[in-house]
């Protein structure tokens, strides 16, 4: 490594203009070890060849997205642990990419929504809003939904969810962010057993209900909350809300305080 190999070498500022990189660059590089140049005789910064070639693949990582930590680490790695670590980070951005394209199209939906808001009656408006986030759903959930359910219970649900009220679906809203709230204070108490996760399975099986009606038993609670671990979305819905491993907790906690295979609880518990 450093400028051991045959060929051209370069001073910092040589390198520098070849590269496009600044000078205070290929210093903060050299400090983090993803360079080793050699020095001359007055303790100048000397590059060679190896020095370039690695350069090249530093920047060609940037241009990927990937920290500079990471990229340490694949060189000190095997090239297997290189093309295994890249393939990761595509399919990663890949999914990013998913995810980001469901973005848009809810994004241009809801300033759609919006526009025509503008010139309906209030009820109206508020109608349009329930069909929209059904629609969001479907796109974003539906085929996985309706495959493991089957269609009957969620257009049931969707159902249930068009006939609610302004305030009831107030309600649910302002119930599906108090759970984030609680997630963050029975995290903080790291007892899914305790009161304060008992508190949270209750608020999640309240939830629930109002989206599966008379649909709802604790041993379906369950498998759903078993399958948030499954999927990326759900666990970026709740990691993303209140700390890495709220997913995790959440489904401790309903296995945890949701029991028996009808679970039933008074209306102050739920």
């Not at 890949?94 to 994004?107: K, P």
């Amino acid at each position: 490594m450093g400028a051991s190999g045959k060929g051209t070498c370069y001073t910092i500022g040589q390198l520098s203009a070849l590269s496009g990189v600044s000078a205070r660059a290929l210093r903060h590089y050299e400090d983090k070890g993803l360079l080793h140049p050699a020095r001359d005789a007055s303790g100048y910064r000397v590059y060679g060849p190896d020095d370039a070639h690695r350069l090249a693949q530093v920047l060609a990582m940037r241009a990927c997205g990937l920290p500079l930590t990471t990229i340490r680490k694949l060189f000190d790695g095997t090239e297997a642990d290189v093309h295994a670590a890249l393939v990761a980070h595509f399919d990663s951005l890949r999914e990013q990419g998913r995810s980001l394209a469901g973005a848009i199209a809810r994004t241009e939906r809801a300033i759609a929504a919006i526009e025509r808001m503008d010139d309906m009656a209030v009820e109206d408006a508020f109608e349009n809003m329930k069909k929209k986030g059904l629609a969001d759903f479907e796109d974003t959930y539906g085929i996985e939904a309706r495959q493991r359910y089957g269609d009957d219970a969620i257009d049931a649900a969707n159902a249930r969810m068009m006939a609610l009220t302004r305030d009831e679906w107030e309600a649910k809203e302002l119930l599906e962010e108090s759970i984030k709230v609680q997630l963050r204070l029975a995290m903080a108490f790291g007892d899914a057993a305790g009161e304060e996760a008992a508190e949270l399975a209750r608020m999640h099986a309240r939830w629930i209900r109002m989206h599966w009606g008379d649909g709802y038993s604790a041993e379906a609670h369950r498998g759903l909350a078993r399958g948030y671990l499954a999927d990326p979305r759900f666990v970026d819905y709740y990691d993303s809300a209140c700390g890495e491993g709220a997913t995790e907790f959440l489904v401790q906690a309903i296995e945890s305080n949701i029991r028996g295979s009808n679970f039933t609880s008074t209306p102050n518990e739920v």
